[in-house]
């Protein structure tokens, strides 16, 4: 157990709707990270918060946003949903830049 | 900017062999870390092992070894005499911005897909 919380484990929804994603870090871990692995893409890294603020951003779409909350809690917003959008989500958290990360178990994401 | 190479895409294997899983890796920067991470069919990324660019000791760990070469950018895994349950995706991952400290993200590999066969 990584102590990283993800929820839910699974999500079926539809083109056009919007979705949140919810995860709950390690105890004492600042730094969230988001990361999509699609079976074309592998692993991308989508944003990183740390301590509530932005720290940096890769390929996240526009239609995608995140929030990282006073009590350390995270949330990635998938709005206007396609097909593509269909993967697996990850949060990680990690106590320092140089310490491993640690994933959650990741949200499964199917847009019919 | 940083990239992680691991040109193998499929290994298969029968149980007690030996298997190593390359990678090679790209950066600018003098001081990084790399990562390997094992995920399971049950879908979890499970961490393994970290090592930073000044260390270049290579480590045993039970079955599993690692081989970091600075002089051709390249970070091995070596399962030893392999079972059933290694049968999993393999990704090394590379993690730099020592100066930017909290915004180093980790770059993944694509990924090795190991099958171990009874």
């Known amino acids: 157990d990584s102590g990283v919380t993800q929820t839910p484990k699974h999500l079926i929804t539809a083109t056009g709707q919007r979705v949140t994603l919810r995860c709950s870090p390690r105890s004492g871990d600042l730094s969230v990270y988001w990361y999509q692995q699609s079976l074309d893409q592998g692993l991308q890294f989508l944003i990183h918060y740390y301590n509530g603020e932005e720290r940096a951003k890769g390929n996240i779409l526009e239609r995608f946003s995140a929030q990282q909350f006073p009590d350390l809690h995270s949330e990635l917003n998938l709005s206007s949903l396609e097909l593509g959008d269909s993967a697996l989500y990850f949060c990680a958290s990690r106590s320092s830049y140089n310490s491993p990360l640690h994933f959650g178990n990741g949200t499964r994401l199917t847009v019919t | ?118």
């Open chain 2, 1 to 118: 900017a940083q990239k992680v190479t691991q040109a193998q895409t499929e290994i298969s294997v029968v149980e007690k062999e030996d298997v190593t899983l390359d990678c090679v890796y790209e950066t600018r920067d003098t001081t990084y870390y790399l990562f390997w991470y094992k995920q399971p069919p049950s879908g979890e990324l499970v961490f393994l092992i970290r090592r930073n660019s000044f260390d270049e000791q290579n480590e045993i760990s039970g079955r599993y070894s690692w081989n970091f070469q600075k002089s051709t950018s390249s970070f091995n895994f070596t399962i030893t005499a392999s079972q059933v349950v290694d049968s999993a995706v393999y990704f090394c991952a590379l993690s730099e911005g020592f100066f930017t400290g909290a915004n180093s993200k980790l770059t993944f590999g694509k990924g090795i897909t190991l099958s171990v066969r009874p």
